[in-house]
């Protein structure tokens, strides 16, 4: 039956496969297709780990039955019969088979995929014991996954790697047609690292807004996504076909055929569309008036300079490198690590400026999916990116040394997110003091920065002549100064209706943040989500911006409304916008 679910659009485009229910916790379980001449052998592996962890109750079994009733309960002997029962029950081990052979999964995605299937069963018994069973059953595939990462593969995707025998390796069997789609209830920062390089068309969580960093990363990969859609990964069954609908922010659950036709005629116009904005990817940005702007771009990874190099950035406007210390389980990289991955992306950009962004963790992003901050009622007022870095000297050092030696190969920029304080400008000045003396001591080459403060926290757009007195340039966070000056929790479903980039108060102080740096002769760049929104391009261009830093799949897009434009013609009515009570009313007439 066919059913929609309606959530947040935050990436565009359509994607339609089959589902794929995955548990954030085993996010860290690869995912990759196998061939038709592997079957037998992950069947193989997934067996062997099996009995690795029969053996291993049976030893547990055998020493229980020789303690005395005080130390081993009899409780302890039951719940490893149970186990037992479980481990060799006959539906489990036949499914796993059948994800192997019918999907070509490997060992461990089978493993999973099987796990949510019998999960299900499980939710829908009425015996509460039964039900309970459940977390048994989850407990012993934990048991299995933790046996085959010592006889096989990694079963973590490595952000730098993928297995030699993955999807994209057999992008071109013929045996391998079916796309993906996965369903989650959350997906950390961490897990989209692994994304990043998975197999998935598309995907779809419970929670999420639109500017939550899993939004911003779907979006810097360019690939359709619905955040917010509260109870998705219940009511979608595992290898339901599905239709993600990244514009209207819709799921549709069994698609008939004729709404199937109608999506893949949409899907194939989307891609029509991208090929004539690719048309424009050596054009110039550069109004009808003759107004010069420069297109930036945002990227997560090394490896992402690429990529912006090729959507015709003109140089990397953030570079978010807390991606770097993500999913490390609290081995965070050394200085030797870190200089390596930003001198690839400097040199990847060819002396185009690359803006590097001082490590910004806590809120909706921790380190690890694990560390969620608990210990806090609101972590986004917390303990987070510079207050973090000032609160660990050792590892801001690092990372400050990391990055002046990586500007000996190109142009670099240091970015420090969330300042709010003079007493924080001055102690950052102090670090990167600091950390050239213990270069030049070490004998270590390094290059010239310019230095530039985020202005994401209303006491910063507010206290700008502070700021542009010590600062090179200002880059304008606008996702978390909507969150910060409207009191909404920008990765809170039930808020997200309230997250709104026109209200009159982000609007004037985002202007004035432009007016007061263009005053003082200092650059100012937007590098939050409303750089790459088409519908505000328009806005941002009468208030005298001249610089959008966005992922690279929304240059092109942003470029046509630029090329399109008068600047000249849109400052009066920029104005009037900002004036408005209804900023979002004048803003539809577009400017003419």
């Known amino acids: 039956m066919t059913f929609s679910i309606h959530g947040l659009a935050v990436s565009r485009g359509v994607a339609i496969g089959r589902a794929v229910l995955v548990a954030s916790s085993r996010m860290d379980v690869a995912h990759y297709f196998i061939r038709q001449t592997d079957v037998e052998a992950e069947i193989k592996r997934v067996r062997a780990a099996r009995n690795q962890v029969v053996e291993e109750l049976q030893r547990l079994q055998l020493s229980i039955s020789q303690m005395s009733p005080k130390d081993a309960p009899p409780e302890l002997g039951a719940l490893l019969d149970v186990h037992l029962m479980l481990l060799q029950d006959t539906e489990l081990e ?15 995605w089978a493993l999973t995929a099987q796990l949510d299937v019998i999960v299900r069963n499980f939710d829908e018994m009425e015996d509460p014991y039964l039900r309970e069973r459940k977390g048994d059953l989850e407990q012993i595939v934990e048991r299995i996954l933790r046996a085959m990462r010592g006889v096989a593969n990694p079963v973590a995707v490595s952000p730098r790697s993928t297995p030699k025998n993955a999807a994209q390796d057999l992008l071109l069997d013929d045996t391998v047609d079916v796309p993906l789609v996965l369903v989650a209830h959350d997906l950390s920062p961490a897990d989209m690292l692994q994304f990043k390089q998975s197999v998935f068309a598309g995907f779809i969580t419970d929670v999420g807004g639109k500017t939550s960093h899993t939004a911003i990363v779907a979006r810097s990969m360019d690939i359709p996504a619905v955040v917010g859609a509260r109870t998705c990964s219940q009511l979608v069954r595992q290898d339901d076909w599905i239709i993600v609908d990244g514009d209207a922010g819709v799921v549709i659950v ?25 048309r424009l990817l050596n054009t ?10 420069q297109l930036l771009a945002n990227i997560e990874m090394p490896e992402d300079a690429q990529v912006a190099l090729k959507a015709g950035a003109l140089g990397v406007g953030l570079f978010r490198s ?6 490390r389980r609290g081995n965070l990289p050394d200085e030797e690590e870190q200089f390596v991955a930003y001198q690839r992306a400097v040199q990847d950009m060819h002396g185009l400026p690359v803006t590097i962004r001082t ?25 987070r990116a510079i207050r ?11 990372q400050l040394r990391a990055i002046l030696r990586a500007a000996a190969f190109g142009q670099v920029h240091l970015l420090i997110p969330m300042l709010a304080h003079a007493s924080e400008i001055k102690q950052t000045f102090a670090h ?18 310019k230095v530039g403060a985020m202005i994401e926290i209303p006491a910063a757009a507010l206290t700008l002549p502070l700021f542009l007195k010590y600062f090179d340039f200002l880059s304008i966070g606008t996702n978390d100064l909507i969150q910060y000056t409207l009191a909404i929790d920008r990765a809170d479903e039930s808020v997200a209706h309230l997250y709104d980039p026109l209200h009159p108060a982000i609007l004037q102080l985002v202007a004035a943040t432009i007016a007061e740096g263009h005053k003082q002769g200092k650059e100012v760049s937007v590098c939050g989500e409303m750089a790459g929104d088409v519908s505000l391009t328009r806005l941002l261009l009468g208030m005298g911006l001249r ?46």
């Open 322 to 327: 807390e991606f770097l210390f993500m999913g």
């Open 547 to 592: 610089s959008f830093s966005m992922h690279p799949a929304q240059i092109l897009a942003v470029k046509q409304e630029i090329l399109r434009a008068d600047a000249k013609r849109l400052a009066p009515w920029a104005q009037r916008v900002m004036a408005s009570d209804n900023p979002a009313l004048l803003l539809s007439g577009g400017g003419i």
């Open 284 to 293: 110039p940005a550069v109004t009808l008036d003759g107004e010069k702007v």
């Open 388 to 398: 973090w870095s000032l609160a660990d000297p050792a590892m801001f050092l690092t």
């Open 254 to 278: 069994d698609p008939s055929p004729i709404i199937l036709a109608e999506y893949s005629f949409k899907k194939r116009q989307l891609e029509l569309e991208r090929g004539r904005l690719s």
């Open 432 to 449: 990167i003091e600091t950390a050239r003396k213990q270069l030049d001591k070490r004998g270590l080459a390094y290059g010239p920065i």
């Open 359 to 383: 490590v910004d963790v806590g809120a909706d992003k921790p380190l690890d999916a694990s560390t969620h901050d608990a210990a806090h009622l609101n972590p986004a007022l917390g303990l």
């Open 94 to 108: 036949a499914g796993i088979k059948r994800w192997i052979v019918e999907r070509l999964y490997n060992a461990e």
